[in-house]
């Protein structure tokens, strides 16, 4: 049988935003209940696409001692299901485990919350071949051992969902909670994995079984950047599962990496500024934005921009552009990344280190037979079984390698003339 879910997690109701300096009154109140309008962008989405069921794979509240506004806003969205005809299963993850404080609030019929053991219940108990989901809460914070010793095993012929919070391959930049591997998960059987814990999303296995983390609903600070949300997913009637995503955030974060090379005075770069934040907030999707600027790069504002109170000068009028806008785009910050203007022909025929260096790598770029050396040097490290994830499986052509030695001269450069300039 045909079968519709979504797939959310981490829905970190009533979190702060961090990162964020006080600003306007109104953009302040969005910013509050950012966490809260995406939840009810996922109970909106689950009754437009009509699916069978909502599964919440962890973290729906920010702490176990969970406010009284979350635990409300949460039962809320939760009714609105049950009067839609969708029924809701819940796992509990680190930051809001069984032992957590909970307010008195009656969970709507349609909603199944997952105990400390493991269990399978029929998305449909009127349908004795229908769908199964498997999953556990976590009892406690700590919970620092694989559960999957406790699911149960699949019954033949039902689709078999996992909801499991943890942390799957050591996954870096999060707690190893409910640690366990992909060969773990895949040993189960199951036709779908429904993690939730790594706030970034990813599909870690797109073969059945599919494993999936959906991310955060809503990116809260600086390093969640980019469009967050859930999957919905399809499963037809011969089994096949097709995930697909969709942003439920209400406000987005992003980064702005911004070169000065040619702006020759503060009008110019204002200008640069302004129209790389028209560009940014057009690609969101209507959502608001939260954005800090990075400043990069060699040339004549180098100057200005290092004179104190020009950083703070420039937020200031681009928020007084953007800031009070709907929607809104509010800069976070800037980052000062410049360096002095170089003048490499004047450094070239200097007589110093630095003009043997540059005599230097203008020989070496000539070298005919540059790209051959540099491909056998590189070759090792292609080759490498640990080093081979982070590239496309090949050498780079020519023409990288040569932009690879200019890169490297750039660099080199301006750490020389940097630390002479520095004494």
Not at 175 to 201: I, K
Not at 293 to 304: A, F, K, N, W
């Amino acid at each position: 049988m045909s079968f519709r879910f979504v797939h959310a997690a981490d829905f970190h109701l009533d979190s702060p935003f961090t990162g964020v300096r006080e600003t306007e009154p109104q953009v302040a109140e969005i910013l509050r209940r950012a966490t809260f309008t995406a939840y009810q962008r996922v109970i909106a989405l689950c009754i437009e696409r009509g699916v069978d069921a909502l599964l919440v794979a962890g973290d729906i509240f920010d702490g176990a001692d969970r406010s009284l506004a979350a635990q409300i806003q949460f039962v809320r969205g939760l009714e609105r299901l049950n009067d839609a005809g969708i029924r809701a299963f819940i796992c509990h993850g680190n930051h809001d485990p069984l032992d957590g404080w909970g307010a008195r609030l009656k969970m709507p019929s349609n909603v199944h919350q997952f105990g400390e053991s493991a269990e399978a219940v029929p998305v449909d108990p009127r349908v004795p071949s229908g769908p199964v989901v498997c999953g556990i809460s976590y009892p406690t914070r700590e919970m620092r051992s694989s559960l999957l010793p406790g699911f149960p095993a699949r019954e033949p012929g039902r689709v078999t969902i996992g909801l499991l919070h943890a942390n799957v391959g050591a996954s870096t930049g999060h707690e190893a909670y409910a640690p366990c591997s992909l060969e773990d998960l895949v040993a189960t059987g199951y036709d779908y994995w429904a993690l939730g814990h790594v706030h970034t999303r990813a599909i870690v296995r797109d073969q059945a079984p599919l494993v999936v983390y959906p991310g955060n609903t809503q990116g809260r600070h600086p390093n969640e950047r980019g469009p967050r949300g859930v999957y919905v997913v399809d499963v037809d009637d011969h089994g096949a599962i097709s995930p697909e995503f969709v942003a439920v955030d209400a406000v987005r974060w992003e980064q702005l990496d911004v070169q000065i090379d040619g702006i020759e005075d503060d009008s110019a770069l204002f200008s640069r500024l302004d129209g790389r934040v028209e560009d940014l907030l057009h690609q969101t999707d209507e959502r608001h934005l939260v954005y800090r600027i990075s400043l990069r790069g060699r040339g004549p504002v180098h100057g200005s921009i290092a004179r104190p109170g020009t950083l703070d000068g420039l937020v200031g009028q681009l928020n007084e552009v953007w800031g009070t806008r709907h929607p809104f785009a509010f800069c976070g910050g800037i980052l000062d990344q410049t360096r002095f203007e170089l003048d490499r022909d004047a450094l070239r025929q200097g007589t110093d280190f630095i003009g043997d260096f540059l005599a230097l790598t203008d020989e070496v770029s000539r070298d005919e037979g540059l790209a051959a050396a540099l491909q056998q040097e590189l070759a090792p490290l292609y080759d490498s079984t640990r080093a081979r994830k982070y590239f496309d499986g090949s050498l780079p052509p020519t023409d990288d390698l040569r932009a690879l030695v200019a890169a490297a001269e750039d660099i080199a450069l301006a750490l020389l003339v940097d630390d002479e300039v520095g004494g």
